[in-house]
Every structure is written in C-alpha cells, then in structure tokens.
C-alpha cells in the first residue's frame, strides 16, 4: 500500500510547480497560489478547519459545482491571493505536518496577518510565542511592540515595551508597522520613557562615590554622572551606565588625577552603583493599558 507521503514526494519530483509538501496525488482540490504554485490538498482535513478558508472559496457547494461542471475526474482548482511560501505555511497550521520556521521578523508579521485574515485560531499561540522570542526583542523591540499592538495582544505588548528600553525610541526608523498601532498606544511607550527616565536621573544624585585626592566629588564621578543622565535620557536602562565599558570610557577623559580610577574601582563606589541599579531596575518597565 502506498503512503500518502510516498506519493507527495513522487510528485514533488515530477513537478516543480508543484508544492513539495502538500502534492498528494489522489488530493481532491487544487489550492494555485498567486505565484502558480499548485497545492494538492484534501478537502476532508480542510473542513476539519471551516472558517479558515471563508474568505477564499466555499468547501461545499461552491467546490462541488465546478466539478460538476467540467465533467472531469479531475479535482478543481481554485485560485488564492496568497504567495506559495506563505500558503504553505498557512496549511502547516491545518495538516498534520511540522510547523514553518520563522527566521525573521518581517516572515514572523506576514503569517500572522494570513492567518488573522483567514482566521486560522489554531496557529496564534504559536505565533505569539515566536513573535517573543529574544532574537525578535533583542533586534526589533520596537516592532515587536507595534505588531502586538495591532492585534490587541496586551501581554505581548507589555514585554516587547520593556525591551524597548534599551533603544531610543525617538530614532526609531519608520516601519509598516507603526502604521497600524493608534496614537494612545505610541503616547504611552513614550511615557513610560520618560517617566522612567527621570526617576533614574534622580537616581543618580543619590550615589556618594568613595572620596579622591583630586576633588570632591571626584572628577570623574563628575564626568559619569553628566553621561549616565544624557544615556539615560535616551535610553531608561540601567545596563549601559554601570557596564565596565562605559566607566572605563570615562576613565580615559580625565587626565588630571592619577587616582580616579581607585575611587571609582573602590568597595564603596561599587556598592553605592550595585544599590542605584537595583533601585532603577525596580522602576515600572512596562507600559500600562
């Protein structure tokens, strides 16, 4: 007896604008994707799924009078709007197969715009949790926000507006998108900037670093705090300020005292930055809807 999966990769050989996946060969409905692509699909595992095809073609009557009409063994073909790699990934959401690899952001977005326009319920959840992943957050916070926001997911939205507190958002390029979130939702990323910020700033007069020869306060606690209010105007994120690399950079304006470097290196001035970070690190991170 011969599998269905025996038979799909038989076709894919013979064929190339044939989907390598869905190519069953006794498949009675053709699904042609704006690219020609040809999907050799089984109308019984689409049914199982109704609404996802409701704005493509009907799986009843509409299917069965075209075959009627062309008085052919042939199954009919009806044509999508959709291209062949995102039809594909629609259907992995509907037949048993693995589901598609979402290696971009902008791959990650076009899915979940198919599928929300097809209703396709059953892949959200895991679109959502790709959507989180920290590659996403780390390199698109911003977007990642945005594409949350347009589909009203609040929980989404919360931890992509926490990341974004490490970019300027005021620099952001433009991207499709921002286009679709409303203003109220952009005010109140802007917000919790601010409002972080300055607690943060504040924050910063609070630190008493260990004393130095050269002046008090020493010179370069001076120079690091100037810094670390202009960073964190822009970016309300504790992990720059107090980064090893950042202090050194400051280290290396001031010429005029051999002995900075002891006081900012010291046990106390350590301490006195271990407790400024963990306060700011408390601040709200999170817009709020």
Known sequence: MTSRSSKQSATAETDSNVSSVFNAEDADLILRSLDGVEFKVYRQILALAPTVWADMFSLGATIHDEAESKKSSDPPVVS??????????????????????????????????????????????????????????????????????????????????????????????????????????????????????????????????????????????????????????VRPNSSVIFGLEFCMNVLTTITSCGYCARSLMSTQTQAQFASCKERMDALPDTVQF
């Open 80 to 233: 999508v709007t959709e291209k062949a790699s995102i039809l594909s990934d629609i259907l992995s959401f509907v037949y048993p197969v693995p589901k598609p690899d979402v290696n971009t952001l902008d791959h990650c977005s076009d899915i979940i715009a198919i599928a929300e326009k097809h209703d396709v319920t059953g892949a959200m959840p895991y679109l959502r949790n790709i959507l989180l992943s920290s590659k996403f957050l780390k390199e698109s916070p911003i977007r990642v926000y945005a594409i949350a926001c347009s589909y009203a997911w609040t929980a989404e939205a919360k931890e992509a507006s926490r990341h974004t507190l490490t970019r300027n958002i005021l620099e952001t390029p433009i991207t499709p998108e921002l286009y679709r979130i409303n203003a109220v939702e952009y005010i109140k990323l802007i917000q919790l900037h601010r409002t972080r910020s300055q607690s943060a700033i504040a924050m910063i007069g609070t630190i008493q670093p260990a004393n130095c020869s050269c002046t008090t306060p020493p010179y370069w606690y001076t120079t690091w705090a100037t810094r670390a209010k202009e960073e964190l105007t």
